[in-house]
RNA sequence: GGAGAGAUGGCUGAGCGGUUGAAAGCACCGGUCUUGAAAACCGGCAAAGGGGCAACUCUUUCCUGGGUUCGAAUCCCAGUCUCUCCGCCA
């Protein structure tokens, strides 16, 4: 969410940046609200202060007037907050601008490869896929979840069960020893107002899935990504500046609709509509954004370095970021059955964009307020570093060597092959 | 599922129709004292929004939404959430 006064003082400019982020939504119209909105407040303001005085005399000859007042200011405040839902309905739609040194630009095409790392491995014969491999060694099964539950599910059995444990216990312990976070088990289940405060809603509610709990309860939603639980853990508090950084990581189940996406991606475990994922979020002094993204990036980055895996890091241009973001760096791995490098990583820093939709603030020395930095990135997600790893360590006989940073997380077995 | 209790500023907690935006304590900030710190003492300290270059000023807000009243944190209704007890349960 923006700023109102922002928007106001500087509307030329952020046009500009808005335009850049590939969005139909008429700005002229905010203005036009906003004007309205003051106004009537000014109407209402000025009505009220009279009926506060007229009160305060506590004269019955003076109740008549002060009833009819009530009328007139009943009537304003109507219009005024009308203005201002209408007013607040666009803002809420509206996505983060993005920083100077973001490249311009309208899709994929433009994004900005910034590093590559790691060896391409040369295969003497013809690389298989990962849901091939995984379906010869019977321990993906796609078509078992299609009769469990339906399509973009899957089932992964015995070792590589083993090995997606491992992996996601291997990403955790890095990041808590080695890169300061805190883990966290969270709920799963998150408000509406959550994923409000996150982005998520009200724009893109059509790839969430909504849990009915009960006709009472407010509106529940399974989280498509940790991001949206654990940056919520400061929603509507105030924090001490010495509390920051807080850095939480968490491993948790991913659930999205995946809509707009029919066709892409069909087979194999790519883009299913539940995977795990290892998460990193970074609540900070937003003069320390760019920073943490660069540290939240690296420590992603580690764990693809640990891993051995070939990887670069790409920075998304202005059209092609997330909803909230404010810069994003993908980190893409390589996958040698495709041929190219697949987004395994995102991370991205939101600015105080999130904070101001969840009033998540701290106490500066002055005691002054100010709305916190937000970060949040994967670290990494964990179904599709199995597909790495089955790709890239795979063997002629169909057998996958296991990671040597792994093997003390699957009792020391160095490669997995058919029984 | 049944029965109760509650929701007040960053936190704890008074107030229960008329200078109450709200006592008190803690926390925090500034100062005195101190070689420095602590303690003690003095002072300050809610948020959001509007107007103004500014000093400043106005409005709203005591869970949310309605209602009663000239006037509501205080009374009434509905809802949400939290807690306790009973039942059920991984």
């Known amino acids: ?21 590939n969005t139909e939504v008429n700005l002229d119209k905010i203005l036009e609200l906003d004007t309205k909105n003051r106004s009537l407040i000014q109407e209402k303001e000025k009505l009220e202060s009279e009926k506060k005085t007229l009160s305060k005399q506590n004269d019955k000859s003076l109740f008549a007037k002060s009833k009819d007042l009530s009328k007139k200011i009943d009537k304003i405040s109507e219009d005024q907050l009308n203005e201002r839902k209408k007013l607040n309905q666009i803002l809420s739609q509206i996505p983060n601008i993005a920083l100077e040194d973001v490249p311009v630009g309208k899709d994929e095409k433009s994004n900005k490869e910034i590093k590559k790392s790691g060896n391409i491995p040369n295969f003497k014969f013809k690389p298989k896929s990962h849901y091939e491999l995984g379906e010869n060694l019977n321990m993906l099964d796609f078509e078992l979840a299609t009769k469990t ?11 590589l069960a083993q090995l997606e444990r491992a992996i996601s216990n291997f990403m955790i312990d890095t990041h808590i020893n080695e890169n300061g976070y805190k883990e966290i088990s969270p709920p799963l289940f998150a408000s509406e107002n959550s994923m409000f405060g996150t982005g998520q809603m009200p724009k893109f509610e059509d790839d969430q899935f909504e849990i009915k709990l009960d006709n009472k309860s407010g509106r529940k939603f399974l989280i498509p990504t940790a991001e949206v ?5 400061v929603n509507d508090t105030i924090l001490n500046h010495s509390d920051l950084p807080l850095r939480f990581v968490a491993s948790t189940p991913c659930f999205r609709k995946e809509a707009g996406s029919y066709g892409k991606d069909t087979k194999g475990m790519i883009r299913q509509h539940q995977f795990y994922k290892v998460e990193l979020v970074s609540i900070v002094d937003p003069v320390n954004c760019k920073d943490e993204l660069e540290r939240m990036t690296s420590s992603a980055c580690k764990i693809l370095d640990k891993l051995k895996l070939p990887y670069r890091v790409i920075k998304l241009c202005t059209g092609d970021m997330g909803f909230s973001a404010q810069k994003t760096y993908d980190i893409e791995v390589w996958l040698p059955s495709e041929n190219i490098y697949r987004e395994i990583s995102s991370c991205s820093t ?27 990135g994967s670290g990494l997600a964990v179904g599709r570093t199995l597909i790495a790893i089955l790709e890239n360590y795979q063997q002629e006989d169909g057998s996958i060597l296991i990671p040597d940073i792994l093997r003390p997380y699957m009792n020391n077995l160095e490669v997995i092959s058919k029984i």
């Not at 639980?229 to 853990?233: A, D, E, H, K």
């Not at 600015?351 to 100010?370: D, H, I, L, W």
């Open 1 to 21: 969410m923006h700023d109102i006064k922002y928007i106001r003082n500087n509307f030329s400019e952020f046009k500009k940046q808005v335009n850049n982020r």
């Open 149 to 159: 539950t339906g399509s973009r599910f899957v089932f992964v059995k015995d070792k």
């Open 229 to 233: 639980i654990l940056t919520n853990m």
């Open 350 to 376: 939101c600015g105080t964009f999130q904070a101001r939709r969840m009033k998540a603030r701290f106490k500066k020395s002055n005691n002054e307020k100010e709305f916190l930095g937000t970060l949040n």
